[in-house]
């Protein structure tokens, strides 16, 4: 086996799981349960709490919002690691689409991070589960609806991140924060700092050597789980199937905000200089 075909360091069910119920019944503050844990969390059976999130299909949505004018991503590949300028149709247009295999367009199409509040208010009392969580944390609200096949690259966000699985099936790879030495991220000065080339479902050892000691997390969500995701936890997601999902972004504490920027320092001090200032370790 050569280096580029080695494995992936995969550890699947290897993140925590509870049921929606038991934190209710506890009398959890789900939020600071899951933000002071500071590791992914998969909170399952939300359906057993608010059967009315059952409801989202694409047929829902199509139903509900069909008519409204939505932006699109779109890409070559079914990676979608930038977002390009978008094209605008309305969701009755895009639903009919995706239906297809292979999109008219010869794109993958992908309608995502749009702002339940702002895009569809029609839509915000359907969530459910962010009136578990306290009104001065809550932040954007973001819908996402794709095909099968849909990927982002592998990046890091910097709030923690409640994100609901309302229909069909997600796989999240993550990996600690502490990996990000060795996973390539670009240099803090280019549009996208939050993003590295490496792509676990395709992982070429040979250009990333350092990204074979990365461990990472294999987390399948299905419809009724939210998965909890820290901030600054690398990520890739991809869709199983159609989705629809919904992620709840809250507003993170100062002090842990700026703990995972100080864990970055290294690596924009090393791309700003241009090369590795710091020795290596034996």
Not at 167 to 189: A, C, H, T, V
């Amino acid at each position: 086996m050569t280096t580029k075909e080695a494995p992936l360091n995969l550890y699947p069910d290897q993140v925590p799981t509870i049921r929606l119920k038991e934190l209710i019944d506890g009398n959890v503050d789900i939020y600071t349960f899951c933000s002071n844990g500071k590791k992914p969390l998969l909170i399952t059976d939300a359906y057993e709490v608010f059967p009315e999130m059952a409801k989202w299909s694409p047929e829902f949505l199509r139903e509900k919002v069909g008519n409204k004018v939505i932006n699109v991503n779109t890409s070559k590949t079914d990676v979608f690691q930038e977002y390009h300028l978008p094209i605008q149709m309305t969701l009755e247009e895009y639903f009919n689409e995706i239906k297809l295999d292979m999109p008219t367009s010869g794109r993958r199409l992908y309608m995502g991070a749009q702002g339940v509040n702002q895009s569809f208010p029609e839509l915000k009392h359907d969530i459910h589960f962010d009136s578990l969580l306290p009104d001065e944390k809550l932040g954007l609200k973001y819908l996402w609806f794709g095909p099968s096949g849909n990927t982002t690259g592998l990046h890091y966000d910097t709030a923690d991140n409640f994100f609901v699985q309302l229909y069909g099936q997600k796989r999240w790879i993550m990996s600690e924060p502490d990996s990000f030495l060795n996973l390539y991220p670009r240099s803090s000065l280019s549009h996208y700092p939050r993003v590295t080339d490496f792509n676990p479902l395709k992982p070429d050892f040979d250009k990333f050597p350092k990204a074979r000691k990365v461990k990472f997390y294999d987390i399948t969500v299905d419809p009724g789980n939210i998965l909890f995701a820290p901030p600054y936890w690398w990520h890739q997601v991809i869709s199983n199937s159609t989705i629809i999902s919904v992620n709840i972004w809250c507003s993170t504490s100062k002090l842990k905000a700026e703990w995972g920027a100080l864990q970055l320092i290294p690596t924009y001090v090393k791309t700003i200089l241009g090369h590795n200032i710091f020795p290596k370790q034996y």
